[in-house]
């Protein structure tokens, strides 16, 4: 397996926002879409090809006019409602084959940046580890492991069955996690946006940035 053929960058961007109350993709943030965010860092990565999974419907559309002029392509998850799986499943399906392997992000981490997607490009370049991950902790504290994930090509199969009931690929990521390499990265980096409280405080820290 070559470990410098094509990466995928993808971006998990058809949640359901229920905690929201509306569609967080399109929540405005710094004068532009909460998606966007994400989107412009995942380009920056030094990915091959950029795929965003998204929702059917208008909420779709919003993605797709919100990554206006980013070289994405896009792949429909049909019921977001069935959870997280659906939309690694939909990725899986959408992708070419032939790649080394496959990056994913979430949407509402929209303080990631282009060097910390590239850092794990990179470490999965040197290594060709199966797995490498992000986790999050300052000095002394516990780390906290969370997306982006770095899958290599041979553990995409198990990613195309994924059941409903999973939130995501957590027995893949059990099972391969004493081959995985992990970096680590500061607390504040962890920042989502599930409620309107989370978008107001993220707001407020980013004030004067």
Do not use: C, W
């Amino acid at each position: 397996m070559s470990f410098s053929g094509p990466v995928a960058g993808v971006l998990l961007a058809a949640g359901r926002s229920t905690r929201m109350g509306r569609p967080k993709q399109l929540v405005p943030l710094r004068g532009q879409p909460l998606v966007r965010h994400a989107a412009l860092a995942l380009s920056g990565g030094g990915f091959d090809l950029l795929l965003a999974v998204i929702p059917p419907g208008e909420v779709g559309e919003g993605v797709r006019a919100a990554l206006a002029g980013l070289p994405f392509t896009f792949a429909v998850n049909p019921d977001p409602a069935r959870g997280l799986a659906g939309s690694f499943r939909a990725a899986v399906a959408a992708l070419p084959g032939e790649l080394a392997a496959v990056h994913f992000a979430l949407a509402d981490m929209p303080l990631l940046t282009g060097e910390i997607h590239a850092q794990l490009l990179d470490a999965f370049r040197e290594t060709g580890a199966p797995l490498v991950l992000a986790e999050y902790g300052n000095v002394q504290e516990e780390a906290v492991r969370a997306p982006p994930h770095l899958f290599r090509a041979d553990l995409l199969p198990p990613l195309r069955v994924l059941p409903d009931a999973d939130h995501g690929p957590r027995s893949l990521l059990r099972e391969y996690a004493n081959q995985a390499v992990i970096l680590r990265f500061p607390t504040a980096l962890l920042a989502d946006v599930d409620t309107p409280e989370d978008l107001g405080r993220l707001e407020e820290g980013l004030r004067g940035r």
